[in-house]
């Protein structure tokens, strides 16, 4: 019988990540998928309520995903009810259910991880839930997982810092990340725009003057064309009313469509806390976020051609294949035998 391995999603993203991890142990093992969940009354009341249905418990994000999930016919098992489990990867560390905390498990690094503030801090100083953070902040912090898999060597670094130990973090790449280059050939029919991509802070409980950051971004294009993407998670009709009372008519404001093509045909590129800033950066455009961008250089996912999933699936195979203790494992396991591309992706 093959042993089985729950891949945990969240966002599209990240359950589009977790497909090709799992395409490339298909034949090898019974992969099934859960979206991202909690055992903790209380989160699972707020469920109930309604009140999380912008962050991946719930709502739209479950229901994309689980659309995504049928739509390759790909085995669902929510909430880990239906089988036991010889490995869970999984998306999130903010929330660390039993049934992850008594299996192996792998995190795999979706993107850009929110600033670290002085909620962030606090939380952490204090031991509180990391989910008390707001954000994604302490994402890939608990030190929970048997190994992390990170974007890079300046986000190992991050993580570290962050409490989780270096041994058990992993440089692997993360897909969708991994190959910008392949998004210079596309049909998306507009060029050479001032592209704007915002954020949902609103959605996700933050504060934000979303109408100072179109007033900048119109400052910054200066003339030139605008065109904005706004993220999935936003309130469309609330969006589009702020921008077309700031932004130029012509102004273009795109709800849908391949973002990263977008951005490969923009002359520059402005963020707020997006990881397409990455696109960005690995392209060569000139690019603004709310985050230092020299600190954004060092943290960019390393460019392999798209061969992430195969480094990670990698690593789900020999773990699982090393049953004995995780320790030894994580000492004797060498990274370097994982191959990736080392330098930064040449254009």
Not at 126 to 146: H, I, K
Not at 252 to 275: H, P, V
Not at 286 to 296: A, G, H, Q
Request: glycine share 6%; net charge neutral; aromatic share 12%.
């Amino acid at each position: 019988m093959k042993k089985k391995i729950l891949f945990i999603v969240g966002s599209v993203n990240q359950t589009s990540q977790m497909h090709q991890i799992s395409a490339q142990l298909a034949d090898e093992y019974d992969c099934w998928f859960s979206q991202f969940y909690a055992d903790a009354k209380l989160i699972n009341w707020g469920i109930r309520q309604g009140w999380l249905d912008h962050t991946i418990l719930a709502g739209k994000f479950r229901t994309d995903a689980e659309t995504y999930l049928r739509s390759f016919n790909l085995n669902i098992d929510y909430q880990a009810k239906q089988n036991r489990y010889d490995l869970i990867v999984v998306c999130s560390d903010l929330v660390v259910p039993g049934a992850v905390r008594s299996t192996k498990s792998i995190w795999v690094q979706e993107g850009m991880v929110d600033e670290v503030t002085w909620l962030t801090k606090a939380v952490k100083a204090l031991g509180l839930p990391r989910y008390f953070s707001v954000g994604t902040s302490l994402n890939g912090a608990s030190n929970l997982c048997n190994i992390y898999c990170a974007a890079s060597e300046g986000y190992k670094s991050f993580f570290t810092g962050m409490g989780t130990e270096a041994s058990k973090i992993f440089v692997t790449g993360i897909p969708n990340f991994d190959n910008v280059r392949q998004y210079m050939t596309n049909d998306f029919p507009h060029h050479d725009y001032v592209m704007v991509a915002t954020s949902d802070i609103r959605e996700t409980f933050r504060s934000e003057d979303r109408l100072g950051f179109i007033r900048k971004a119109v400052s910054m294009a200066n003339g030139r064309q605008l065109l904005f993407k706004l993220h999935p998670n936003e309130v469309w009709e609330r969006a589009e009313a702020e921008i077309r009372q700031i932004a130029p008519p012509d102004a273009l404001i795109f709800q849908q469509g391949n973002t990263n093509e977008m951005i490969a045909n923009c002359a520059e590129l402005i963020t707020q806390y997006s990881t397409v800033v990455y696109v960005g950066m690995a392209l060569k455009k000139p690019v603004s976020s709310y985050f230092d961008v020299d600190e954004l250089r060092r943290l960019t996912p390393i460019q392999n051609g798209g061969t992430s999933a195969q480094n990670i699936a990698r690593i789900c195979r020999d773990f699982l294949r090393d049953m004995g203790p995780d320790e030894h494992f994580v000492k004797s396991y060498q990274y370097e035998a994982v191959a990736y591309d080392r330098q930064r992706l040449s254009l």
